[in-house]
């Protein structure tokens, strides 16, 4: 019997260049598996999220279709990767149950998480968030997308180097072409003597100096490197593409770092 996608979840995650959501899994509840089961539907995961297929009658429609009042619930759950370095979580706190649901989604689908509701059932152990949805008056597919932004944070650059502060000027440099949208401006800032960094990299690094350039404002977080950054000395660029801070990096809740270093004078051998 020939099948047709007449529902489709679909995940995407910012952080990722394909927009794809890897780290997470996207499962129906006891209760819907049991619906599906009884109207003969096949439940099929992806790459992209998950399809709800349903068997057709000789005239192309469903052999037996969902009832029109039917709410169908999901679970999203964390089955790796580093879901929640890379993601911006800040509309679930607060919310003990959080679930995504179609009212008042957009005419592209995307699905709103409901407001906080204390009555709500807890979420089984291990679920990230449900996904409730009403497909019955959709076209078909009925497609609806849950969409992740990526974290935010400020970039910081703590460069170790030989150069004497009056020796010339570092900066970090976005070589983005002019009018570049998202292009990146990096400040130098003193540092504190209770940096934990700059502390480490003194231990580490005696004799050397530390300079440190701090973003203006917060960079989403990427899994692509972004290759324009460059490390310069006056006009001259000395190293780069620098690499993009570590996200297990944090020096505080919203600044990822990176230490790299500029010798002016190569090493000296015996």
Known sequence: MKHAAII?????HAFYTDLRCPDLSIEPSDATARLLRDHRC?????????????????????FLPLP???????????????????????????RSAPVFTDAGAGTDGELRLAPADPARPRLPPGVL???????GGAPRPARFLVSFPARQARWAYYCVT????????LAVVDASPAGAAGAL???????????????QIERRYPGMRCACFVSDQPVAARAEPRRSLELRLGPDRVAGPLPNPSLQSAAKEDLLFQIIMYRAQPFQTP
């Open 8 to 12: 489709e979840v679909l995940l995407q």
């Open 42 to 62: 096949l439940w099929r995961t992806s790459s992209q999220g998950a399809r709800v297929l349903s068997p057709l009658d000789p005239t192309g429609r469903p």
């Open 68 to 94: 029109g009042d039917a709410a169908l619930l999901f679970y999203l759950a964390v089955r790796g990767g580093d879901f929640a370095a890379v993601t911006d979580l800040a509309s679930f706190r607060g």
């Open 129 to 135: 968030a449900a996904v409730e949805i009403r497909p």
């Open 162 to 169: 030989d150069l004497a502060p009056a020796a010339g000027e």
């Open 185 to 199: 401006r990096f400040s130098a800032v003193t540092l504190e003597p209770t940096d934990p960094v700059a502390a």
